[in-house]
């Protein structure tokens, strides 16, 4: 079946470091998403990001379609970035049922 | 001031029992799913829905029943409770099933016990 894999599992940064989050797919259509898990559970969407770069704030989202990686960096990191980062990817092409990486769980220290 | 409503926000339930998860969406969405995260998992999709009609169940068991009894409502069913399910289920929508964002609730955290 499709698979998604993140990388890292962990990140801890200190506050004003970067990060380059990884994910890797197994089918080239994947119309990739990024979201963010606060610590408490919350999930919101990112980026919608089926190829090429994005940017929203101290992130960028950055897809390569062909060769099935996306990656997700965070620029001077602040410890509200804290929590986790899935990307998903949506095989079938209709939104209906998106296929979730493990997750990177980032934390911030001040 | 939450768009995606879903009750209750924790549940513990005894092996055996029925419960039923409810969302509500105020995006004015015509899709809506529901996921399920267990400890140690990816997030797994279960179902979709798009103007009230089933339109993909990744889910192996029946005894997970959606309803959708109005196009903003997407409950969920569980008959025969098991340990296993527990986890934290949630619901999401999106304006049609093409690819376009997705929205989460903040998610029922089921226990059974």
């Known amino acids: 079946g499709q698979q998604v894999q993140q990388s890292p599992a962990s990140l801890v940064l200190q506050e004003g470091e970067n990060a380059e989050l990884q994910c890797n797919f197994s089918s080239t259509a994947t119309r990739l998403q990024w979201f963010y898990q606060h610590p408490g559970g919350r999930l919101v969407s990112l980026f ?3 190829s090429g770069t994005k940017h929203t704030g101290r992130l960028t ?3 390569v379609t062909n060769e099935r ?3 997700l960096h965070i620029s001077s ?15 079938y092409q209709g939104g209906r049922a998106l296929i979730f990486g ?3 769980t980032v934390s911030v220290s001040p | 001031d ?3 409503i879903q009750k209750p926000k924790y549940l513990v339930a005894v092996t055996g029992s029925e419960k039923i998860l409810i969302c509500e969406q105020y995006l004015g969405h015509n899709a809506m799913y529901w996921y399920r995260q267990s400890a140690k998992k990816p997030l797994e999709f279960m179902f979709s829905y798009s103007y009230q009609k089933l339109m993909d169940n990744q889910t192996a068991s029946s005894r ?14 569980i008959t025969a409770l098991k340990p296993d399910d527990s986890a934290t289920y949630f619901c999401a929508s999106s304006q049609g099933n093409s690819g376009n964002t997705l929205y989460f609730g903040e998610g029922s955290r089921l226990i059974v016990v």
């Open chain 1, 48 to 50: 919608y990001n089926p």
């Open chain 1, 61 to 63: 989202s950055t897809t």
């Open chain 2, 2 to 4: 939450p768009k995606i």
């Open chain 1, 102 to 104: 493990t997750g990177t």
């Open chain 1, 77 to 91: 990191s602040q410890t509200t970035d804290s929590g986790t980062y899935f990307c998903a990817i949506d095989p």
């Open chain 2, 64 to 77: 997970f029943q959606p309803q959708s009894s109005k196009k903003n409502h997407l409950d969920l069913q």
């Open chain 1, 69 to 71: 990686r996306g990656s």
